[in-house]
């Protein structure tokens, strides 16, 4: 029986967990979790997540949430399908690999979720305006993080060593969106980031991810009207046709569209 993940593809925690279950060939099943309803706060789900949040993650009785942890058990479950991420059999490899996944959730996630939050989610799903101030203090936070990571990944090719690592992919989800914002030159300034970046870019797991999510919010563009609203989880999308003239978040343009419910 195939696992299955309770969530959104546009939850950054979300996509943590299938990027792991994608390079592991594993078969899952998504079942969307609809925030526009406040699904994610109802009994049934609070019972798989008691902070009502996504992902939630089933394998028969087992029900995990936590995205990190949930990767870990993904990764050491289909350990003989896919290559090994976490090193366990390693000790000082492993711990490597623990090091920068806490990296990753304590200083980089800090600093980048702030600004995904600023410019993506407030002004895209919100129709707010973004805190200049917050923004800028992150851009310098995350700025001084990856200094650190720029020197590292200069002495290796990843962050826990010369191996790929979950640690690495576990970054995927938030720089995905940031790389394609004006913020972009945080991460092309820096060569040994930028390289690190376009390598975990070309990973087939990270491709059909991308495709994926094209294709899902392309292919509702395509049935629905000019200027017509439509639902298309978790969100009420827009239709409209300047969407692609918006020149600034090549990757978000479909974003733009969207608007949460009775807010647009
Ligand atoms: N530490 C958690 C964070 C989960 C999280 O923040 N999920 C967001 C979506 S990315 C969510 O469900 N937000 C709704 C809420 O907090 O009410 C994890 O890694 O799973």
Same mark, same amino acid.
């Given at each position: ?26 078969? %899952? ?40 942890? #949930? ?6 479950? %289909? ?61 310098? @936070?995350?700025? @001084?993080?990856?200094?650190? %990571? ?21 970054? #995927? ?62 969100? @009420? ?28």
């Amino acid at each position: 029986m195939a696992v299955k993940v309770y969530g959104a593809e546009m939850s950054t925690a979300t996509v943590r967990v299938l990027m792991c279950l994608e390079e592991m060939g594993a078969e %899952y099943e998504l079942v969307p979790i609809d925030f526009s309803t406040g699904e994610h706060k109802s009994p049934p789900h609070l019972a798989r997540n008691p902070f009502g949040q996504v992902p939630a993650f089933e394998d028969g009785d087992l029900m995990l949430f936590e995205s990190r942890a #949930i990767s870990r058990y993904v990764l050491r479950k %289909y350990k003989s399908s896919g290559p090994d991420l976490l090193r366990d059999g390693n000790l000082e490899e492993s711990a490597m690999v623990d090091v920068w996944l806490e990296v990753e959730a304590q200083q980089y996630e800090k600093a980048i979720s702030a600004i995904y939050i600023e410019t993506v989610i407030k002004p895209v799903f919100f129709g707010g305006v973004p805190d200049e101030k917050v923004v800028a203090e992150s851009v310098e @936070k995350l700025g @001084k993080v990856l200094d650190v %990571y720029e020197a590292r990944l200069s002495e290796s090719k990843y962050l826990a060593g010369d191996f790929l690592s979950f640690a690495d992919l576990s970054h #995927i989800p938030y720089t995905h969106h940031i790389v394609a914002s004006p913020h972009a030159s945080l991460f092309e300034s820096r060569p040994h980031v930028k390289a690190w970046w376009e390598s975990l870019a070309s990973r087939p797991a990270y491709k059909k991810f991308e495709a994926l999510k094209r294709f899902g919010v392309c292919s509702a563009l395509e049935r629905c009207s000019w200027n017509k609203t439509f639902t298309f989880f978790p969100f @009420k999308l827009e239709c409209r046709k300047t969407m692609f003239a918006d020149g600034v978040h090549k990757q978000l343009c479909l974003l733009l569209l969207l608007r949460r419910h009775g807010l647009r």
